[in-house]
């Protein structure tokens, strides 16, 4: 996840000083949870200090009792469940934008496992073990040099966060999102990426499905036709949406199951010759 390249281009707005957590194990309180209907994913808010929300948060931001993190790092949660045999801690990537302030946010899959049970069984208001962040999964630093986020299903999670930091921060980078997953109701952060779309004339979305199932023509009165792209993201729906400029200059970011990631590296560096030094990659494996 190494990411060489240097600030040759555009300056960089300056963001604020990122204040390490302190300590490096915070004790969070979830704040809610979302089921995202016709999948098996849950969100789940947490705050981002121990001291709570409210006038106590802002207390503890200052002292440095606060979960700072940068756009696209993820954090250990500790749910102590020895019972587990993977163990009792997994790592989630920040699903929220450092510019939320007052929570983050962690989305997953909910799978047959002690620990997913227990997290999918917590009660409003139950504090968690959360470490300090970790992760290069970040925003690189030209400017002048697009990004390109090519995410597969739960793997979207890191590209949330930076998208709306880039949105909310008004970064001068474009920024290319292709969103792949398996049908429409698994497009999980399609409202807020959209919304930031409407704002951010930087970001540009492409959506695709993997599910082939035939919806009514363009011309129905339906709302059920999907109008995105149709398969798994492959050379073709590339150069169809990036230009010659964006793919010999573009940072390109991956993140998803394994599987997806090994494919994509091959289309990215056999198929349209792009140089493992412009890409990122982030593995999930919790699926």
């Known amino acids: ?158 590209f949330r966060s930076l998208v709306i930091y880039a949105t909310e921060k008004q970064l001068p980078v474009k920024i290319i999102v292709f969103d792949s997953n398996r049908n429409e109701d698994n497009i999980l952060y399609k409202k807020e990426f959209d919304e930031c779309a409407r704002i951010n004339t930087n970001l540009k979305l492409i959506y695709a499905i993997a599910d082939e199932k035939e919806g009514p023509a363009p011309s129905s009165s339906s709302h059920d036709y999907w109008r995105g792209e149709r398969g798994f993201i492959n050379q073709a729906m590339l150069t169809k949406y990036l230009n010659t400029n964006e793919l010999d200059n573009s940072i390109f970011y991956i993140c998803g199951p394994p599987s997806m990631l090994k494919a994509m590296q091959k289309l990215l560096q056999d198929d349209l010759h792009i140089p493992k030094e412009r890409i990122k990659i982030e593995e999930f494996t919790g699926y």
Do not use: C, W
């Not at 915070?26 to 999948?39: C, E």
């Not at 989305?107 to 504090?127: H, M, N, P, V, Y």
């Open 1 to 158: 996840m190494n990411d060489s390249e240097k600030n040759t281009g555009q300056k960089r707005i300056t963001e604020e000083n990122i204040v390490p957590t302190t300590p490096l194990k915070l004790k969070l309180k979830l704040l809610d949870k979302i089921a995202h209907t016709g999948t098996d994913i849950v969100s789940f808010k947490f705050a981002r200090s121990s001291g709570g929300d409210g006038q106590q948060q802002k207390q503890q931001q200052q002292q440095n009792h606060y979960l700072n993190y940068k756009a696209g790092q993820y954090a250990i949660v500790d749910l102590e469940t020895k019972e587990d045999p993977e163990g009792p801690v997994r790592s989630f990537t920040m699903a929220s934008s450092p510019t939320e302030k007052d929570f983050i946010l962690v989305s997953t899959r909910i799978r047959d496992t002690a620990f997913k049970k227990k997290l999918s069984s917590l009660e409003i208001g139950t504090s968690v073990k959360v470490t300090a962040p970790f992760g290069e999964f970040v925003l690189h630093e030209d400017y002048s040099k697009p990004g390109v986020f090519l995410s597969g299903g739960i793997g979207v999670t890191p």
